[in-house]
């Protein structure tokens, strides 16, 4: 199964040095495999400060601040609305005619991440990702484990 991550750089790239558990770290150290690039992506949609992260290394804190409950607000999100996952692996025009359909008020992420002001943030973030140069990961399932690998 090919799914779409939709930020430009990896996911370990956005990771809040000297913060252990970060949400980069919760997402793809707690979180099930199958959950991890859907959880990122809306991590991702959802909070542009992200942007500012990859390469700053210890100096984050100057760039970003941390939006207390959006990530708990996403995890639930995952784990209660039907298609989310799926829908947020696919390209991001795709799941934004998805979202565009929803009743965002049924997201925790809606009142976690500012109501509508969130909804046109995920919308103008979907648009942006299709513009960017999006990296398929691919999820491969094996008797031994999970492989998740990037690339074409």
């Known amino acids: 199964m090919t799914n779409f991550r939709y930020s430009n750089?990896?996911?370990e790239a956005y990771k809040l040095h000297g913060v252990p558990r970060d949400e980069v770290a919760v997402i793809?150290?707690?979180?099930?495999p199958h959950q991890r690039v859907p959880a990122w992506n809306m991590m991702w949609l959802s909070a542009p400060k992200?942007?500012?992260l990859p390469g700053v290394g210890q100096h984050w804190h100057r760039h970003y601040t941390v939006t207390p409950g959006l990530l708990q607000s996403i995890v639930f999100d995952i784990a209660d609305i039907p298609d989310l996952i799926t829908s947020l692996t696919q390209h991001p025009l795709t799941f934004e005619?998805?979202?565009v359909r929803q009743n965002h008020t049924d997201f925790r992420t809606y009142h976690a991440a500012g109501q509508n002001v969130w909804v046109k943030t995920v919308s103008e973030r979907c648009e942006m990702a299709a513009e960017m140069t999006i990296v398929p990961v691919?999820?491969?399932?094996?008797?031994?484990?999970?492989?998740?690998?990037?690339?074409?």
Not at 28 to 32: A, D, G, Y
Not at 138 to 152: D, F, L, M, Q, Y
């Open 9 to 11: 750089y990896p996911i």
């Open 28 to 32: 793809t150290e707690v979180l099930e």
């Open 50 to 52: 992200l942007d500012r």
């Open 97 to 99: 005619q998805w979202f």
């Open 138 to 152: 691919r999820v491969t399932a094996r008797p031994s484990g999970i492989k998740i690998s990037c690339g074409g």
